[in-house]
């Protein structure tokens, strides 16, 4: 039959698929309930082959942006739990910005007041996402011994804990749940997600908490692993000459309780500079806009690159999103001003 000849036919009632039964739906009771499950992606167009394959786990997908909702989450909720923290109480901590975002959304959902001690170097969005938030926000101006800030929020949360009643210094330099948290939960994710061994773990320190978490859990299925620790020039965790360093969530002015060296086979240390460019070349190979951190993996998986060989395979942890460092590691006169720094460190 021709087009013409079947005009003003009537046409067959579309087939309609089935109405499923009701079933139970998929809605969450808060933002916590959709941390985790974030995914893995390969990065074939920043590390092309052949090569090494390389992995990255975009922890930076987490609904507050960072790795660091999972830890908060775990910590406030086994405190509510176990009675260490009290219903309506108080929860004080030093943080430099993504934990202390994460523990206000905690507060927030839980109904806790939080105080979050921060320093000049804190960035103004997080102060105030902080305080959107609804948390208060202590500021401390003295540098430490250390030439950092680190000591002095310590020495501020200290004091507050003191003069709160009933307040709790949450730690996660010392907290147990810190790590557990990584354990149960990317650790978990990552045994669950890969089925040919990875090589190689590749993840920035801080607290320590995360890859120690991640290692044990992932050893558990995959025991050849070797562990490679990424942290800041300048940081003093395994035992490094302080010096200054700008980019937060990376390094320490101080050794974690947490850290056990032991189970770290490698530390490579990487510069604000290398962190920034590095940050730089995977948005424009990858389309992935991560934190100063992640610039700081991808450094020094490249620095490793070269004795590595064809059948390894490298996973990553990306941390967070890169919109809380617009204004240093994305901003021109920023990153130009640390090249300077870098050129003539007699100026500082």
Same mark, same amino acid.
């Given at each position: 039959?021709?087009?013409?000849?079947?005009?003003?036919?009537?046409?067959?009632?579309?087939?309609?698929?089935?109405?499923?039964?009701?079933?139970?739906?998929?809605?969450? !009771?808060?933002?916590?309930?959709?941390?985790?499950?974030?995914?893995?992606?390969?990065?074939? /167009?920043?590390?092309?082959?052949?090569?090494?394959?390389?992995?990255?786990?975009?922890?930076?997908?987490?609904?507050?942006?960072?790795?660091?909702?999972?830890?908060?989450?775990?910590?406030?909720?086994?405190?509510?739990?176990?009675?260490?923290?009290?219903?309506?109480?108080?929860?004080? !901590?030093?943080?430099?910005?993504?934990?202390?975002?994460?523990?206000?959304?905690?507060?927030?959902? #839980?109904?806790?007041?939080?105080?979050?001690?921060?320093?000049?170097?804190?960035?103004?969005?997080?102060?105030? +996402?902080? /305080?959107?938030?609804?948390? @208060?926000?202590?500021?401390?101006?003295?540098?430490? !011994?250390?030439?950092?800030?680190?000591?002095?929020?310590?020495? /501020?949360?200290?004091?507050? @804990?003191?003069?709160?009643?009933?307040?709790?210094?949450?730690?996660?330099?010392?907290?147990?749940?810190?790590?557990?948290?990584?354990?149960?939960?990317?650790?978990? !994710? +990552?045994?669950?997600?890969?089925?040919?061994?990875?090589?190689?773990?590749?993840?920035?320190?801080?607290?320590?908490?995360?890859?120690?978490?991640?290692?044990?859990?992932?050893?558990? @299925?995959?025991?050849?692993?070797?562990?490679?620790?990424?942290?800041?020039?300048?940081?003093?965790?395994?035992?490094?000459?302080?010096?200054?360093?700008?980019?937060?969530?990376?390094?320490?002015?101080?050794?974690?309780?947490?850290?056990?060296?032991?189970?770290?086979?490698?530390?490579? #240390?990487?510069?604000?500079?290398?962190?920034?460019?590095?940050?730089?070349? +995977?948005?424009?190979?990858?389309?992935?806009?991560?934190?100063?951190?992640?610039?700081?993996?991808?450094?020094?998986?490249? /620095?490793?690159?070269?004795?590595?060989?064809?059948?390894?395979?490298?996973?990553?942890?990306?941390?967070?999103?890169?919109?809380?460092?617009?204004?240093?590691?994305?901003?021109?006169?920023? +990153?130009?001003?640390?090249?300077?720094?870098?050129?003539?460190?007699?100026?500082?």
């Amino acid at each position: 039959m021709t087009a013409e000849k079947a005009v003003g036919l009537p046409h067959p009632p579309p087939i309609r698929a089935p109405i499923p039964e009701p079933t139970r739906e998929s809605v969450h !009771e808060s933002l916590f309930d959709c941390i985790g499950d974030t995914p893995v992606v390969a990065l074939r /167009r920043l590390f092309p082959g052949p090569g090494p394959e390389v992995l990255a786990k975009l922890e930076l997908m987490n609904p507050g942006g960072s790795m660091k909702d999972r830890s908060a989450r775990h910590i406030v909720e086994a405190g509510l739990a176990d009675g260490s923290i009290r219903p309506g109480g108080t929860v004080v !901590e030093s943080s430099s910005g993504n934990f202390g975002i994460a523990l206000a959304m905690a507060a927030l959902v #839980h109904g806790l007041r939080f105080v979050c001690v921060v320093d000049p170097k804190t960035t103004s969005a997080n102060k105030a +996402l902080l /305080r959107r938030l609804g948390a @208060t926000v202590e500021t401390v101006t003295e540098p430490d !011994e250390a030439g950092g800030y680190l000591h002095t929020r310590i020495r /501020r949360v200290r004091e507050l @804990t003191a003069e709160i009643p009933g307040a709790v210094w949450v730690n996660q330099y010392a907290n147990d749940r810190n790590w557990q948290a990584f354990y149960h939960g990317t650790g978990a !994710e +990552l045994a669950r997600q890969l089925v040919r061994p990875p090589s190689y773990l590749f993840a920035p320190v801080s607290t320590s908490g995360s890859i120690l978490g991640c290692a044990r859990r992932l050893r558990e @299925t995959f025991p050849d692993l070797r562990v490679v620790a990424v942290d800041a020039a300048g940081s003093v965790i395994f035992g490094g000459a302080p010096a200054p360093r700008e980019i937060p969530g990376i390094g320490s002015s101080r050794v974690p309780e947490l850290l056990r060296p032991e189970e770290i086979d490698e530390v490579v #240390h990487v510069d604000d500079v290398e962190a920034a460019e590095n940050c730089r070349e +995977l948005l424009a190979a990858e389309g992935v806009f991560a934190g100063g951190s992640s610039g700081a993996v991808v450094a020094a998986i490249r /620095r490793t690159l070269p004795r590595l060989g064809p059948g390894d395979r490298v996973l990553a942890i990306f941390p967070d999103r890169g919109d809380r460092y617009l204004d240093m590691v994305y901003d021109d006169a920023w +990153l130009e001003s640390m090249r300077a720094r870098r050129r003539s460190p007699a100026t500082l």
